[in-house]
């Protein structure tokens, strides 16, 4: 996913967007978006469904009429959309994203686009540098910014905001990206919350996690904040991570066994990491083996990857476990949202991952609150619809969100890596989440990057006449 120093801090932008990917407190198959529907099961492979696993499709033939804001006609509606698969460090970087809008724009329009008026897409690729100049081009011609995935995407926030461009986003990672007016995503990952599924599933499987466990650190400013949050909310659940000392460089080591033998003195059962999965993260678990200390990993949802499970064949991963609040790709035959998205990007050929949900989410999420605006699609009919909606699952993708609100799941679910092969350990029943309070905590406003206002919404950006949510 990533080579280099500028590679990793592209993964540790992914992971900020990962890390909260963790339905309802039983099994979320039945629903969840406010929407009636039927099984899903019609969804399979076929690309016109009048479902999305449990949602309604918000797509379909009308008559909606008007030039009513940017990019909306009597026939069409313009959005853009896209990733940094540009990227020469990292080539396809977050590919799998504007897969996945893509996709679901032909699938959209396939049954009548919303309410009538085709969906034509802009594609962008921010090749991870060149943000701001893609949203500047998003500003001049699209009627929202949908599913899109910008590493860089703080650089192009105050253009955004400036032109009044709202955004229903695959993920956003800047905190003033995350905390924006007029945003809106499927997974939000807001900077004072925090949801800790992850911990709070491990200290449930094992007994002495609290006593027992180690962060690793890295030189990464992008991995040493998403450590930073980690570290203050295992403190404030009563945990206190050992301190084995383990800082590993950016951009590599020349041999990862003094490490190793540190983590074995240390006595650490557990390993905690922000880091994303590269060759060097990989020499570090195995020389851990071959030092002979046998910590289980309990690292965030990106290290939920094809990359990680092929490097697995030696076994030397196989103490991994991730914490997600999306179901994992695994689940596709008892998850008809997850088999859907699978059938429809494989059809196109794209690129498959977890990314690619989240996207999806997105899009339904949008076109959702598109739909309901009928003839009156403006930019503020919008937002105002984005605005009610406090429990989102994207048809089953996922667990309940709430965008509306811009706060993550309260529920989560634990992989394991075995060889290659990831499956659900927690809950057992498959396609099930665990949900409680206790699954969010408060992030100290030190760890933010932002100052907020009593709306929490980012001030640096903010302007009197951005687009407000109206609720009468």
């Not at 006609?73 to 990227?87: C, L, M, P, S, Y």
């Not at 991963?317 to 998850?335: K, R, T, Y």
């Amino acid at each position: 996913m990533k080579t280099g120093r500028i590679g990793r801090l592209a993964a540790g932008a992914l992971a900020v967007a990962l890390a909260t990917a963790t339905a309802s407190c039983a099994s979320d198959r039945s629903g969840g978006d406010g929407l009636s529907a039927g099984n899903g099961q019609d969804g399979g492979g076929a690309s016109a469904s009048k479902t999305f696993g449990t949602l309604a499709s918000p797509c379909g033939p009308g008559d909606a009429k008007g030039t009513t804001d940017q990019g909306v006609t009597d026939d069409a509606i313009t959005v853009g959309f896209g990733d940094d698969r540009g990227f020469p460090s990292a080539p396809g970087l977050s590919k799998e994203m504007g897969d996945a809008v893509s996709a679901m724009i032909e699938w959209c329009n396939d049954q009548g686009g919303i309410n009538g008026r085709e969906i034509k897409g802009n594609q962008y690729d921010a090749a991870y540098m060149q943000s701001a100049k893609v949203v500047q081009e998003a500003c001049k011609q699209d009627f929202f910014l949908v599913g899109q995935g910008f590493a860089m995407d703080e650089a192009a926030e105050q253009h955004r905001v400036a032109c009044k461009l709202p955004t229903v986003a695959g993920f956003t990672v800047g905190p003033n990206a995350a905390m924006g007016p007029m945003k809106y995503e499927a997974v939000p990952y807001p900077v004072d919350l925090m949801n800790i599924g992850g911990l709070r599933i491990a200290e449930q499987l094992f007994p002495d996690f609290k006593e027992k466990t180690d962060i690793l650190l890295s030189t990464s400013p992008a991995v040493s904040q998403g450590t930073n949050k980690i570290t203050g909310a295992m403190k404030n659940v009563g945990m206190e991570p050992m301190d084995c000392g383990v800082r590993l460089n950016d951009k590599g080591e020349s041999s990862y066994m003094p490490f190793a033998e540190k983590i074995k003195d240390c006595g650490a059962k557990y390993l905690w990491s922000s880091d994303s999965p590269d060759a060097g993260q990989f020499s570090l678990l195995e020389s851990i083996e071959r030092a002979g200390a046998e910590p289980k990993y309990v690292f965030e949802a990106t290290w939920y990857s094809s990359a990680v499970s092929q490097w697995n064949a030696s076994g030397a991963g196989d103490g991994l476990h991730i914490g997600m609040i999306f179901q994992p790709l695994e689940n596709a035959g008892e998850v008809p949202a997850v088999k859907q998205y699978v059938d429809l990007v494989n059809a196109k050929k794209g690129k498959v991952a977890l990314l690619g949900m989240q996207a999806t989410s997105s899009f339904l999420l949008w076109a959702q609150s598109a739909q309901k605006c009928g003839s009156d699609l403006t930019r503020q009919c919008v937002v105002n619809e984005l605005s009610k909606v406090h429990e989102w699952t994207g048809g089953g993708l996922h667990a309940p969100t709430d965008p509306g609100n811009n706060k993550p799941a309260s529920c989560g679910l634990m992989v394991k890596l075995n060889k290659t092969k990831y499956e659900q350990i927690h809950p057992k029943n498959v396609g099930e989440f665990q949900c409680g309070p206790e699954f969010v905590v408060e992030i100290d406003e030190a760890n933010w990057g932002t100052k907020l206002n009593d709306d929490r919404i980012s001030t640096k950006f903010l302007t009197d006449d951005v687009i407000k949510p109206q609720t009468s």
